[in-house]
């Protein structure tokens, strides 16, 4: 899709300027659409726990801004029309954008006592512990939340169209996608079956590779969900990866996006759990998740959870993600006290 905020995006060079090319697309395009601070001020108030805006549209944004100190420089600073970004003040938000560069501990605690209200965005899940986050009252985001969030403002207006390159813009980048669809699994099923078939001639024009690429980043979702939430075990993960197994029953031969994790303490592969987006080689079987306990190579997967259909799709055909995560998390928490 061709994008005017994605080609100037590309004029950046390395990690550290397209970092801030994203602060500064986002903050151009927050402070010329009403309907962007309108949506986007609510949400940030609610996740730092502050009160709804009077005014949520009488907001601005600025970006790389330096520090009180002056030994540091403010990503993005979001506050009501007037306010100083340097005061100390309840209605300022100060984000730190990561794209590339690595999240630190020692960075956000030298700019905590210089400003009321810090918080992150990132690309995926940050390297900083969410429960540490958590404990410095530090709220995390990604930019894939602010993706979906624009996406269910109206379709039509004068500053629409702002709004659509910005949402193509992130897409592009890599940082959000529309998500998975029932659609999708199945297409990518069909290409999994197709390269795996017999040799032969095939003229085919939907093969879904940008769509099992976006299949392995969730799965990557559902991996750092679950590092997040096992930090009091010592584990060490495989993958996300593609894997290819035969089952020898009727199912066959399957594909999947999968991980899996083992104690740090054992040597061995085994005991481990393990998480997969499988999709069955034979069209006639739909794809579903799974997650599990393997004891053994040559052992049956024991305390297997499956989701298929209703449980892991909308009535309108989307992947339920975040639901499905919470889920696969609190399953996975289970079974690790058995490594």
């Known amino acids: 899709?061709?994008?005017?905020?994605?080609?100037?995006?590309?004029?950046?060079?390395?990690?550290?300027?397209?970092?801030?090319q994203l602060s500064r697309t986002f903050a151009a395009v927050f402070n010329n659409s009403a309907s962007v601070r309108g949506?986007?001020?609510?949400?940030?108030?609610?996740?730092?726990?502050?009160?709804?805006?009077?005014?949520?549209?009488?907001?601005?944004?600025?970006?790389?801004?330096?520090t009180r100190s002056g030994d540091g420089r403010l990503d993005l600073i979001l506050s009501p029309l007037g306010h100083d970004h340097l005061a100390r003040r309840r209605e300022v938000i100060v984000l730190e954008n990561k794209l590339d560069s690595k999240l630190t501990r020692e960075q956000l605690l030298k700019y905590r006592p210089q400003?009321?209200?810090?918080?992150?965005?990132?690309?995926?899940?940050?390297?900083?512990?969410a429960a540490w986050l958590r404990s410095q009252r530090i709220p995390a985001f990604r930019w894939h939340e602010l993706h979906k969030l624009l996406l269910t403002l109206p379709s039509r207006g004068g500053q629409r169209w702002l709004t659509a390159e910005?949402?193509?813009?992130?897409?592009d980048l890599g940082m959000a996608s529309r998500g998975l669809t029932r659609k999708d699994l199945l297409g990518i099923q069909r290409t999994f079956a197709l390269l795996g078939g017999p040799a032969g001639w095939y003229k085919v024009h939907d093969l879904r590779f940008e769509?099992?690429?976006?299949?392995?980043?969730?799965?990557?979702?559902?991996?750092?969900?679950?590092?997040?939430?096992?930090?009091?075990?010592?584990?060490?993960?495989?993958g996300p990866g593609y894997g290819k197994e035969d089952h020898d029953d009727d199912e066959g031969v399957v594909h999947e996006f999968t991980f899996w994790a083992r104690s740090r303490k054992n040597r061995g592969t085994f005991p481990c759990v393990g998480?997969?987006?499988?999709?069955?080689q034979k069209m006639s079987a739909a794809p579903y998740a799974w997650a599990g306990l393997a004891l053994a190579a040559d052992a049956d997967i024991k305390s297997y959870y499956c989701w298929t259909g209703a449980e892991l799709f909308d009535r309108q055909g989307r992947l339920r993600e975040d639901e499905h995560i919470r889920q696969v998390t609190r399953v996975l928490r289970r079974l690790v006290r058995h490594l």
Not at 166 to 171: N, R, V
Not at 275 to 280: H, I, K, Q, V
Request: net charge neutral.
């Open 1 to 20: 899709m061709s994008s005017l905020l994605r080609d100037l995006g590309a004029l950046a060079e390395n990690a550290g300027q397209r970092e801030n």
């Open 39 to 66: 949506a986007v001020v609510p949400f940030l108030l609610e996740r730092f726990g502050l009160r709804p805006p009077t005014d949520p549209v009488g907001w601005f944004c600025k970006c790389e801004k330096k």
């Open 115 to 129: 400003h009321a209200h810090i918080g992150v965005i990132t690309a995926r899940f940050p390297e900083v512990s």
């Open 166 to 171: 910005f949402i193509s813009y992130l897409e």
């Open 211 to 238: 769509r099992a690429a976006v299949a392995k980043a969730f799965v990557e979702d559902v991996a750092d969900a679950f590092k997040d939430a096992v930090t009091d075990h010592a584990v060490r993960i495989w």
């Open 275 to 280: 998480y997969s987006l499988t999709f069955p």
